[in-house]
């Protein structure tokens, strides 16, 4: 067996499609607090680790009886984002006649909000291979056309846009790390960076103004718990 053969290859080959396998395993449905956009989501028998562990649909080891792994962050709306995509659907001069910019783009929710208000271009920046092609299907869903960038645009120079919209980003220091030096560059190209988020630890409050704030649930909330407001700020220098 060369290299080439071996089991990252056989893991490789096996992976399913994602998709295909979103299309055929996840349910278009509104999204919470945002009726007006509907996502792909996943569903008790969605059975997303075969998605997300390539290795247990490689090995056909998995058990179905188990309980569902964590999903993965695009597979759900997180508050940073609904609220960002709320305040621009009830906001729609926000984001009007500008290219847009959706960070961290996951399941594509705030740059369909975007599309949907009236911007003149959206670009979508997300690195996870599925999260992309949750995004592709979520925008042809809902009518509206979303350039994707697949690669982490965080190292470079930001993209020819008028406005970066930065839902829940701020989650983890790693990520706000590599996210911060970014955004200070959007801001010394006089590119606008709005950011949605519900008071994650490492959000940077003492550079961001509040325009905003709305009640919407969070990723992992229970359904009968009562709603925090999640928040909507500029970032500033």
Not at 163 to 179: I, S
Not at 190 to 208: F, K, N, Q, T
Request: charged letters at 25%; hydrophobic letters at 45%; aromatic letters at 6%.
């Amino acid at each position: 067996m060369t290299a080439a053969d071996g089991p990252q290859a056989v893991h490789a080959h096996c992976r399913p499609d994602p998709t295909e396998f979103i299309r055929a395993n996840m349910r278009l449905a509104p999204a919470p607090s945002l009726p007006e956009i509907r996502l792909y989501t996943p569903h008790p028998a969605s059975g997303l680790r075969r998605l997300i562990d390539p290795r247990q649909y490689a090995d056909d080891e998995m058990d179905d009886d188990g309980p569902e792994p964590q999903p993965p962050y695009w597979a759900y709306v997180w508050a940073g984002g609904a609220v960002l995509a709320r305040h621009i659907l009830d906001h729609p001069q926000t984001v009007a006649g500008r290219r847009v910019l959706d960070l961290g783009a996951g399941s594509g929710l705030v740059g369909i909000a975007a599309a949907k208000a009236g911007a003149r271009e959206v670009i979508a920046a997300e690195i996870d291979r599925n999260g992309v092609a949750a995004l592709a299907l979520n925008a042809a869903a809902n009518g509206v056309a979303i350039t994707v960038i697949g690669d982490d645009i965080t190292r470079g120079s930001p993209p020819a846009v008028d406005l970066v919209l930065a839902g829940d980003v701020f989650y983890g220091q790693d990520v706000a790390e590599r996210v911060m030096p970014f955004l200070e560059r959007c801001l010394k190209a006089d590119i606008e960076v709005l950011v949605g988020d519900p008071g994650r630890a490492y959000l940077p409050r003492s550079r961001l103004r509040l325009l905003a704030e709305y009640k919407v649930p969070d990723f992992g909330q229970a359904k009968d718990s009562a709603l925090e407001p999640s928040g909507v700020f500029r970032f500033e220098g």
